[in-house]
Each structure stands twice: as structure tokens, then as C-alpha cells.
């Protein structure tokens, strides 16, 4: 009898929290959401949709631009005035570089002057088909309607291309010291972008013998 009462009193009591568990345990946060009214709703047309302020992207922070320094050279007095006006033309300084006359040599591989622009040209475009193609058609009053196929400081290269050429049939290349016996300059431009070398580039014709190449920033 006394073991069915207490039965009874722990099934009461088990009832008793069960029922009244809220008072036992923490509350769950109810989640509290906004009402919507359909009547608030205002379906957009087009023309709405376009008038409606656009947030403008920032736009990226420009890249560094690579700059170089380059020495263009060497060129006689007389030379070195005309390379000077045509930077002046293009908006760039350079710094006069002199050279003695040993330094001062350059070893040219060219073809001779032809009779006219368009020979030259004709004869460029049979080089270009042969493979040749770091090749240009000089402007230099001197030497105008030549074909120059390089300047090199070192005569070995040089006499290396000329080889090369001969192999290619082009047997009439010549390779001749430029500058030779004089004191010569050259010039040192620096913090130049791709666009201003490839401009420079384009100077080849008026000055066969300059060589521009890449050189060391100075400090």
C-alpha cells in the first residue's frame, strides 16, 4: 500500500513539472517579425526602375607604371644635336653621356644604299620573308635607302649576324666601325614608360648607328 502511494505522489509530481516547465527553463527569444502589408506594395515599371539612383562602383586604385632608363647612343656632334631636338619634339630630357673614342665604337651590319625609298622597301619586305626581322630602312641622309640590320659594341655578335646572313643568301651585308677615332656622346634618358622606348624605337631610321638599349637606373 505505502510503495502505490508513493507511486502516485511521483507520477503527480512528474505531471506537475511537465505541465509547468516554463517555470523550470529558460525562455526561448521569440523572433519578432514585421507585418507586411500587401496593400503597401507598388509593383515598379521600367522607366521607374531606370530613374532609380545606381550606386557608382569605386573604381581601382591605378597600376604602377614600370619605368625604365634607357642610353641611346652614340652619335657625333653634329648628331647628337638632331637626337636632342627630337626628344625635345617628344617632351623628354636625357643626360649627356661622353664617350672616348674606344668606347665610343659600334660595329653597323648593313646593305648598301639602294637607288630609291621604294627598292629599299621592296627589299626590306624580301628580307622579312627570309626570317630576317629586326631590320630597318635608314633615313640618315648619308646613308638613305640603306638596310640596317644592327649595331652591336661587341664585334664578335657583330660578325656573328653577319654570318648568319650569308647563310640566309644575303650576301652583299656589310660590316663596317662606326664612330671611329672621334670622341662620341651618348644620352641617358630615365623613368621612361613602354610607350616612350617604343617611340624612341621608331628614331632607328633617322640614326643608324645610335644603339638604344636598357641600362641600370642611376641612384
Known amino acids: 500500500m505505502r510503495v502505490l502511494v508513493l507511486f502516485l505522489i511521483l507520477v503527480n509530481l512528474g505531471l506537475l513539472a511537465y505541465f509547468n516547465r516554463e517555470l523550470f527553463l529558460p525562455s526561448v527569444p521569440q523572433q519578432q517579425f514585421t507585418e507586411i502589408s500587401p496593400e503597401k506594395i507598388t509593383v515598379l515599371n521600367q522607366q521607374q526602375i531606370e530613374a532609380m539612383p545606381k ?8 597600376l604602377d607604371i614600370a619605368k625604365a632608363c634607357m642610353e641611346w647612343g652614340v652619335f657625333s656632334d653634329n648628331n647628337l644635336a638632331t637626337a636632342q631636338g627630337e626628344l625635345i619634339k617628344l617632351s623628354l630630357q636625357a643626360t649627356v653621356k661622353s664617350e672616348t673614342s674606344q668606347d665610343a665604337k659600334r660595329f653597323w651590319i648593313y646593305k648598301p644604299p639602294l637607288k630609291s625609298p621604294q627598292e629599299a622597301l621592296a627589299k626590306a619586305a624580301e628580307l622579312k620573308a627570309l626570317g630576317i626581322e629586326d631590320i630597318f630602312v635608314v ?77 641600370s637606373c642611376p641612384n
Open 55 to 62: 550606386k557608382v562602383a569605386t573604381p581601382p586604385p591605378p
Open 139 to 215: 633615313q640618315e641622309p648619308k646613308w638613305k635607302n640603306a638596310i640596317s640590320f644592327g649595331v652591336f659594341e661587341d664585334e664578335q655578335l657583330a660578325t656573328k649576324l653577319l654570318n648568319e646572313l650569308k647563310t640566309k643568301g644575303v650576301k652583299d651585308a656589310v660590316k663596317a666601325l662606326r664612330n671611329q677615332g672621334k670622341v662620341h656622346s651618348s644620352l641617358l634618358l630615365t623613368g621612361l614608360t613602354d610607350t616612350e622606348i617604343a617611340t624612341l624605337r621608331k628614331l632607328k631610321p633617322e640614326f643608324p648607328a645610335a644603339n638604344l638599349k636598357e641600362v
